[in-house]
C-alpha cells in the first residue's frame, strides 16, 4: 500500500515549455487534490475532483489544467510554463469532502 | 475574503516543555479543521481533526481545542520532543466541500 505517489520528484523546465504531473493513489479515494507550496506559506489548492471523470477549480487555478480519466489517478498539468509556477507541488486525496487528506511527497519544479 | 491565519509564525521550546501553537480562522461555516505537521523536503502528514459539534479532542500527545465564539483552533503537544520540529498547519474546510484552506503555518522549534 503506497498511498499518494507523484512522478516525478524533481523537473526543470524552460520557459514556454510543458509538463504533465502525475499523481496515483491506491486507496482507492473519491476525493483528489493538487496544492501549490510557496516558500514561507501555506499550501494553495490549484484543482480538485470528487470523482472519476469530474475536475474543478481551486483557489489558484490559472495556467493549469488537470484531468481525472481513471478514479486512481489525477493528472496536473501545465502548457506554456512560466517562471511563476516555481513552486512545490503536492498531489492529495481523501475519501470524502471533510475526511482526512493524505499527501504525497511532492513535486520540485523549477522554471527558468 | 475568507482566511485561516496564524498568530504566531515561530516557536521556541525545550524538550519536554508543552507546545501550544494556534489558528484563527474568519469563516463561521466552517466545521472541520484539521492539523498537519510537514518536516522540510515532505509532505503535510495528518496529526489530528475536529469537527465543529466538538470543543476538544485529544490525541497520542497531541489536544485539539476548538473555541466557535471566537474562531481560534490550536495544538496542544505534550512532552514535546526534537521529532517534533516541524512546520504545523491548520486547515479549515470553508463553504466549499472538499476544499481545504490552509494556513501560512508556524514553525516549531524543539532544543535539546
Known amino acids: 500500500n503506497a498511498g499518494v505517489t507523484q512522478t516525478p520528484k524533481f523537473r526543470v523546465l524552460k520557459t514556454g515549455q510543458s509538463m504533465t504531473l502525475l499523481c496515483a493513489q491506491d486507496m482507492n479515494h473519491e476525493y483528489m487534490y493538487w496544492y501549490r507550496q510557496d516558500p514561507g506559506m501555506g499550501l494553495r489548492l490549484i484543482h480538485y475532483s470528487v470523482g472519476e471523470g469530474t475536475t474543478a477549480k481551486g483557489e489558484v487555478p490559472d495556467g493549469y489544467n488537470v484531468s481525472r480519466l481513471k478514479k486512481q489517478n489525477f493528472l496536473l498539468g501545465l502548457e506554456s510554463a512560466a517562471p511563476s509556477q516555481t513552486s512545490v507541488y503536492f498531489c492529495?486525496?481523501?475519501?470524502?469532502?471533510?475526511?482526512?487528506?493524505?499527501f504525497g511527497q511532492g513535486t520540485r519544479l523549477t522554471v527558468v | 475574503g475568507e482566511s485561516v491565519g496564524l498568530h504566531l509564525p515561530t516557536l521556541s521550546v525545550q524538550e519536554g516543555d508543552n507546545s501550544i501553537i494556534n489558528c484563527a480562522y474568519s469563516?463561521?461555516?466552517?466545521?472541520?479543521f484539521i492539523w498537519y505537521k510537514q518536516e522540510s523536503g515532505k509532505g503535510p502528514q495528518f496529526i489530528i481533526d475536529i469537527r465543529s459539534n466538538m470543543d476538544k479532542r485529544q490525541g497520542q500527545r497531541v489536544t485539539v481545542l476548538l473555541n466557535k465564539t471566537v474562531k481560534h483552533l490550536s495544538l496542544q503537544i505534550a512532552a514535546t520532543q526534537p521529532g517534533d520540529s516541524a512546520v504545523y498547519f491548520c486547515?479549515?474546510?470553508?463553504?466549499?466541500?472538499?476544499?481545504?484552506?490552509f494556513g501560512q503555518g508556524t514553525i516549531l522549534t524543539v532544543h535539546p
Open positions: 492529495a486525496s481523501s475519501v470524502g469532502g471533510n475526511t482526512e487528506a493524505f
Open positions: 486547515a479549515e474546510n470553508g463553504t466549499s466541500y472538499g476544499k481545504l484552506t
Open positions: 469563516n463561521s461555516a466552517s466545521d472541520y
